[in-house]
């Protein structure tokens, strides 16, 4: 076959799939990045929140009598002094049985979990506010309380919210095929109970708040540590009765999420409410601590689940009965269901699985509320199928990686519909197995292991292979019917008089580099230079309609919206191009900033052109000239699959249980890649928290409803030690069907990693029969399993 | 910690070369002086109990926790924030390396990064990767996975050559 002959072809270089340094650097290397406590404002006041120490309790009385005597101290607020200002925001939804909790900036009538705010005070320093906290009594009558969400869910258990009725709030279930007749019938069975126990997500900058009221405008202007300004806006502007052009909310520099800013908190509309009571500007920013106890949590789901299959490996049923533990709200705007319902949507994974019953029930327990964390239910998901398919492998002695090839939809398949309704669009799962197989040359890993094996080590490898559905369009919610839109974003991009571009999304980056990758993106699709791109975000007032950045959605629908809305604005600048030339627009090109005309030796900048349109007169016939701004939106409708496999190789010292990663690699299809640097950034980033979930971290209640973790000395996040090397592939086997060909990728190394670490833990611990099926795998919680496997009974927890 | 009390106490500290005297209350933490009082943002606090580092600080040449220090405690010493490191226009080498590697994401716990870093290039052999995970093992980054951040001290580590 001849080789085409591209030589007449002009080969432009693209942005978009190259480590381009990230411009958000240069400010936050230096200390001029700005984030909420930062922001400063003339007669600014901080507030400090009193918290409950109670699990659940009536209160009777606050008495901040003495909380006056501290000088500096302005203002003692509780929930009676806000009657009338607000309304609670509700998450609502279709689902049935469900029961949306309101939130109230303060706690209303009752407490319902150990740190929900309580009293607000006001000072002229935080300091002075802190020291107010002391001196005012909280008067509780204790109520009786279920801790652990077996108790909670029994019909008898105390009720948190007496509305409901129940503690069960969100019941969902999917059945496809006869499951009871799968599971008689199979030749082998394999079960257990899986768990990931309650995470905090623990971004590194805790929770800030900023208020300021505009006498003139009558508005207020809300900075907020938050990836969801756009919806915080919509709500908050409802519950305060305000117009939405009086309500403002802005993200400025925002230290990391996780998902743990990308709800909305009682401590927002708590600032605005005393902004606007006292017209000055209000300042509340959480401490640790009260991150550790208030923020949103992650996971904690008990994961009953059983997988049969024949003697060849393949799976022919899977079922879970799961109960999620909620915390004592449903969240704003997720809703309880937004954890709890993907465990049991994705459960199957990337397998094919036909036969499938998966039912949970979300339970409401005197804790702080559960929300989005990175990889939302999934890594509780993977974690339990993931055991089930290594399990299975050993019953049937077959190799792991043998066992998932055999069940892995593979390419013509695709797209493919999982029992619970999710749509594989086309991913490289079976691609990403080989992938890292080959990574690690896996008969020499299992050779190495064996060798380690011999000297008596206890060395595992594990696998970890799953599917995320991500840039997901307006087909799917999170809650049917719940209040927000996650399927659209909008992009409004113009070049001003002076030919500059500004890009104004309403996603809102907070660490992902996104201010450099979608000016790689508009830079490519527009044809200009990327240093004359700015791109605006984090701010409710850029685009009619926003939401922010979660959900591993910004490269796709922000990619998506910034690819249409170039193109859209491409042809505008032809336009005008062509006239001011009098050329053809489709003799026209757009490169480097530069307009050249094919049919003549003519060329304009981006500049020339601004400066005809907007600024001499006549240039332009007046009923052809057209502003150079165009907004579009765009709808990914599905979403697309990211797919991956992680595989581990670890050691546990038998002397002090503690877990070594000796080998990690993860091979991901994450699509067409906008910006290599970044996406193997989010990779370690991820399965850093990942190997957190597996190994460290840890929310523990006790009995009494309180929390053991009260600062970072007992909340274990990875240090530089705890993470290996990462190695990464990247396969872009398949493009989805989206514009861009982008797939979100940020939470996949969250999802994979803790179930590759259970499974190698296992392996490693096999010769003892250990099963590893709750994390994170603390030294203590291994000594109990060896423990209990050498006495040959079942570990006291 | 004694509550609010208007016995102020004079202060006098030289930050990036710049010296400052202040009346301040006793208690005031360092790390709120720098923020607060002398409108320093750069130096950031994640957690108020020395464990996150976030807040690191060079105090009289060597790297200290400002979350942990009193600012009357910084009488008449030297220190250096982030602010004192480099510019956006011109960054210094440590910046430099750890935007080449895409050292930092969200940019929270870089400034005290950088500033604990800025120590162990000037007092640790940093030979291997090992000891420079263990070096920087005192600073918390939630986003990195502290891969890049390792190759971009590697990097400054083999052009700074062996300690003398």
Redesign the interface.
Known sequence: MNKPDYSDVVMRPKLVGKRIKRTEDLRLLTGTGEYVDDVQAAGMVHVAIRRSDRPHARIIAVDAHAAFDIPGVIGVYDMTDFEGECEPAVPTSRMKDYYATPTWPLARGKVRYVGEPVVAVVAESRYAAEDALDHIVIDYEPLPFAIRQVDAVKDDAPLLHEEAGTNVIVRREFVRGDVEEVFRTAPHKVGGTFRMTRKCPSPMENRSYMAQWDKRNRALTLYSASNIPGVVRDVLSGCLGLSSHQLRVIAPDVGGSFGGKGSLYSEEMLVCLLARKLQRPVKYVADRLEDLAAMSQAFDELIEAELAFDDEGRFLGLRADVIGDVGAFSIYPWTAALETVQVISFLPGPYKTEAYHGRIRGVLTPKPPTGPYRGVGRPSSTLAMERLVDMAARKIGMDPAEIRRRNLVRREDFPYRTAPGIIWDQSAFLECLEGACAALDYPALLDRRDAMRAEGRWVGLGFASYAELTGIGSRISVAPGMPINTGTETANISIDATGVVTAAFGVASHGQGLETTLAQIIADELGCAMADIIVLHGDSSLVPMSTGTYASRSAVLGGGAATVTSRGLKAKVLRMAALLMEQQTGDLDLHDSTVTSRASNQSLTIKEIAKAVYNQMGRIPRDQREDLVFQETYDPYLGTACSSTHLCMLEVDPGTFGVRILDYVVSEDCGRIINPMIVDGQVHGAVAQGIGAALLEEVIHDGEGQSVAASLADYLLPVATDIPDIAIVHIEAELPNNVGGFRGMGEGGTIGAPAAIANAISDALAPLGVEVNKLPATPDRLFALVRAARQDKPPAE | MS??T?DLVAVTVTVNGMTHSRRI?P??LLSDFL?HGL???????????G??G?CTISVGGRSARSCLMLAVMAEGLEIE???G????EA?SRI?KA???H?G????????GM?MAIADLLAHHPLET??Q???????????????????AAVRELARERGPLT
Do not use: K, W
């Open positions: 509550e609010h208007d209350e208690r005031m923020r409108g320093l943002t750069g130096t950031h606090v994640g957690c108020e109990h464990v996150c976030a924030t982030i602010e490191q480099g510019t956006p960054l910046q750890f935007q080449d895409h930092l994401q969200c940019g929270f716990c870089t400034p950088v990767d090992d420079i995970r263990e070096g920087l093992s005192g600073n918390l980054c939630r986003c990195t996975g502290y891969i890049n951040i390792i």
